[in-house]
């Protein structure tokens, strides 16, 4: 979905050594294999995995149209390619928010080469964590720091089930994350995504250490041009690019979706293209309700108005016989050799 007003300033990938900790020989030189995806690698999506991605990007559009942003691309599982010569280094945002896409008479490109001036990176990303999920922690996040992302998060839908399972405290972020202040989960001290939150349980290249999954982690980029980890719990979480906070709800037992909410309890949730439609057709329907009630009073206000006057008439002509009536006896009073 294309929202196109005016342009704006967008995120730039650049080189970011920081970002490649991980892929460094021992020589300097970069071994980029362990950021290789190819289109066989990045593996269809599971049917409830399609399903959070679907109503996260309508909700996302939703937001997109309601907050008046200017020229943005709201979309999914497009490649980012971000190295020049190294074709396989690219990832595919389960949903992204881009500024400045081509207008609507343009053609999108197959795959995003952002090296080129006319192609953008995406502000905002999030990664569902999928079955391998090991590589969502470990990897993604020094991969769209490299790009340039302004903001990542990974929603993982099974640490959710397990933590709602174990009666988990919302919002508590993992003990090694740093303590949550300000109400928007600013952690403490936050890890950059490249060596970041070895604490936490995350690693990125070729170390390998435990892992400790929560249902939201949310890295933003520092002043220091770093991604680093904002927030990591439970939610809602706090994503400054929406400006607005990203929870799980169950749409049914066992089956939980990521959705937007503008306050940070998590209760005003922005809906769906779907649930926008259907709320506009019940507020229509029931303004239609509404009117046709209040014509049926009309009309029945029209019946009893139309009774009230013929009730009238009729007392009208009752009062008009009996003034008839007195008025011939008084003739008779008055001339009784007539009667």
Not at 30 to 43: A, K, Q, R, V
Not at 86 to 114: F, T
Not at 191 to 206: K, L
Request: glycine residues 8%; charged residues 25%.
């Amino acid at each position: 979905m294309v929202i196109a007003v005016a342009k704006r300033p967008v995120p730039m990938h650049r080189v970011r050594p920081h970002a490649l900790e991980g892929l460094r020989r021992s020589d300097g030189t970069i071994d980029w294999s362990p950021w290789y995806l190819t289109e066989e690698e990045d593996m269809g999506q599971s049917g409830e995995q399609g399903q959070i991605i679907d109503v996260l990007q309508s909700s996302l559009q939703v937001l997109a149209g309601q907050r008046g942003w200017s020229s943005v691309l709201v979309a999914s599982d497009n490649f980012f390619a971000w190295v020049d010569g190294e074709p396989y280094v690219q990832v595919s945002p389960d949903v992204y928010l881009l500024d400045n896409p081509p207008g609507p008479d343009e053609p999108m490109p197959g795959r995003w080469e952002v090296w080129r001036p006319e192609h953008s990176v995406p502000r905002f990303v999030v990664e569902i964590v999928s079955a391998r999920w090991k590589k969502d922690y470990e990897i993604n996040p020094a991969r769209y720091d490299h790009l340039g992302v302004s903001e990542l998060v990974l929603a993982d839908r099974d640490a959710f089930v397990r933590t709602s399972q174990q009666g988990m405290r919302s919002g508590v972020a993992a003990e090694q994350s740093g303590r949550v202040r300000g109400g928007r989960g600013l952690v403490s001290e936050p890890a950059s995504a490249a060596g970041h939150s070895r604490a936490a349980g995350h690693s990125i290249g070729r170390d390998t250490i435990a892992i400790d999954r929560v249902p939201l982690s949310v890295y933003r980029r520092s002043a220091a041009d770093r991604l680093e980890l904002a927030y990591a719990g439970n939610g809602p979480a706090f994503c400054a690019e929406l400006d607005a906070y990203l929870c799980f709800k169950q749409s049914s037992p066992g089956r939980p979706r990521v959705r937007i909410s503008r306050d940070p309890a998590g209760n005003d949730i922005v809906p769906t293209l779907i649930e926008s439609r259907t709320a506009a057709e019940e507020r229509a329907s029931a303004a239609e309700e509404r009117a046709s009630a209040a014509e049926e009073r009309a009309s029945a206000a029209e019946e009893r108005a139309s009774a009230a006057e013929e009730q009238a008439a009729e007392a009208r002509r009752e009062a008009a016989a009996q003034a008839a009536e007195i008025a011939a006896l008084r003739n008779r009073l008055r001339d009784p050799q007539e009667s």
